[in-house]
């Protein structure tokens, strides 16, 4: 009996020392991560913060790219400069797209920004049977090797719900990607369903 108590001891010993372990290893991965972002932007940052002359030319590398487009349309709006931001970029796809790669790259997640991203559709749901209707913008996206989803070919990626009045960076509740539904398994139409039953409905 001495020895059964034990063991379980040890074992439940073993699992709160992993629980902690990963609790820690996963903030200061989410730090760096933090940090790395900021980088990203801190040029266009600190032109803003001193005051120096911006023209859409120097927004537009930063508007281009998926894992800076979202900071840098955030960082316009706080210094009153979003006339600045690219009209190409300024629309609810190109939103959808840059806050989808910013959260697959979470260490939680995918761990990676896709080395390849499209818009797929959009999807439609009237969530209370009144006529008030949600969108999803779905995605398909895929990474290359070494990464270890590179063999699964294109996954998908469900971003919203966003409504017919929403602006193009309103901040999405549900972005998620279950990185085992790939375009092989899955319609775009059941992973948008999925992410709206088990994430939207549930909030």
Not at 31 to 41: C, G, H, I, Q, W
Not at 75 to 93: M, S
Not at 139 to 156: C, Q, S, T
Request: with cysteine; charged share 30%; hydrophobic share 40%.
């Amino acid at each position: 009996m001495k020895i059964g108590f034990i063991v379980i001891g040890i074992l439940v010993l073993v699992i709160v020392v992993f629980a902690i372990y990963r609790i820690i290893t996963v903030r200061r991965q989410r730090n760096k991560l933090s940090a790395e972002r900021f980088f990203r932007v801190k040029e266009l940052y600190d032109k803003l913060e001193s005051g120096q002359e911006l023209t859409d030319k120097d927004v537009l590398p930063f508007a281009k790219n998926i894992m800076t487009r979202e900071a840098a349309f955030r960082l316009l709006v706080d210094h009153n400069k979003i006339d600045l931001f690219p009209k190409e970029y300024n629309n609810l796809i190109a939103g959808a797209e840059s806050n989808l790669a910013n959260w697959l790259e979470f260490p939680t997640e995918l761990d990676a920004c896709p080395d390849e991203i499209e818009h797929i559709k959009r999807v439609t749901f009237d969530f209370d049977g009144q006529n008030n209707f949600v969108h999803y913008e779905v995605f398909k996206y895929r990474v290359n090797e070494p990464h270890w989803a590179a063999k699964d070919g294109w996954i998908l990626g469900v971003v919203g719900p966003y409504f017919d009045d929403s602006n193009p960076y309103d901040f999405p509740h549900s972005t998620f990607s279950r990185i085992s539904s790939t375009l092989d398994k899955v319609t775009p139409e059941e992973e948008a369903k999925w992410v709206h039953e088990n994430l939207s409905m549930r909030r």
